[in-house]
Nanobody
Framework: QLQLVESGGGLVQPGGSMRLSCTVNGAILDYFAMGWFRQAPGKEREGISCIMTTNDRTKYADSVKDRFTISRDNRKNTIYLQMNNLNDEDTAVYYC???WGMGLRSSLVDYWGQGTQVTVAS
């Protein structure tokens, strides 16, 4: 069973930065793409970013474009989400995912991580 383990969540002040990591207990090159979803309280789960495992093609939701950056390290089987200029609307549980296609729809997700809480508050 593939396992995705997220880390790096916590409390951050508005305007601050945070980096999330997700390590897979396998080779990420075995999969088409990886990404991040999030779910804020009372809201539907939202795909926010994804990256192909074999090239640098990325995709971002409008809500995070120009503030968040996704990256990967295939040698470490790890992906990252660098989040800058955070605001209270970014408060959510963030999930690492493995995708069978390049996109931000839940229907493209093969595997989900357990999630890590990110809270933006002063």
């Amino acid at each position: 069973q593939l396992q995705l383990v997220e880390s790096g969540g916590g409390l951050v002040q508005p305007g601050g930065s945070m980096r999330l990591s997700c390590t897979v207990n396998g080779a990420i090159l075995d999969y088409f793409a990886m990404g991040w979803f999030r779910q804020a309280p009372g809201k539907e789960r939202e795909g926010i970013s994804c990256i192909m495992t074999t090239n640098d093609r990325t995709k971002y939701a409008d809500s995070v474009k120009d503030r968040f950056t996704i990256s990967r390290d295939n040698r470490k089987n790890t992906i990252y989400l660098q989040m800058n200029n955070l605001n209270d609307e970014d408060t959510a549980v963030y999930y690492c995912v493995v995708l069978w296609g390049m996109g931000l729809r839940s229907s493209l997700v093969d595997y989900w991580g357990q999630g890590t809480q990110v809270t933006v508050a002063s």
